[in-house]
């Protein structure tokens, strides 16, 4: 098991910034990938960033060039670091934890979520 806790959110104005903050415990030694994912509302769950143990980085596109994940393995902990905030990137984020178990089988577990709110 891996409980995950995200923490950072909060209110902002368009162009501004933000940090946020996913604290890992349990099996996090398992854990492959850790990344970010958001939902707005009235829309379905959408990818934002990822990253590899080996700390390769991914993004989507909408974030690309603005938004930075990164990991301290020390503190079992992932960032991401939202700068040039647009109101479109208002959701609910979500900290997301990939173990792969074997072939394609693998496990995600998820945080509760935590609230970024870009006012124009």
């Known amino acids: 098991q891996v409980q995950l806790v995200e923490s950072g959110g909060g209110s902002v104005q368009a162009g501004g910034s933000l940090r946020l903050s996913c604290a890992a415990s349990?099996?996090?030694?398992?854990?492959?990938?850790m990344g970010w994912y958001r939902q707005a509302p009235g829309k379905e769950r959408e990818f934002v960033a990822r990253?590899?143990?080996?700390?390769?980085?991914h993004y989507a596109d909408s974030v690309s060039g603005r938004f930075t994940i990164s990991g301290d393995n020390a503190k079992n902990t992932v960032y991401l670091q939202l700068d040039s905030l647009k109101s479109e990137d208002t959701a609910v984020y979500y900290c997301?934890?990939?173990?792969?178990?074997?072939?394609?089988?693998?496990?995600?577990?998820w945080g509760k979520g935590t609230l970024v709110s870009v006012s124009s």
């Open positions: 997301n934890a990939y173990l792969h178990l074997d072939g394609i089988r693998g496990i995600d577990y």
């Open positions: 349990g099996s996090v030694a398992s854990v492959n990938v």
């Open positions: 990253i590899s143990r080996d700390g390769s980085p």
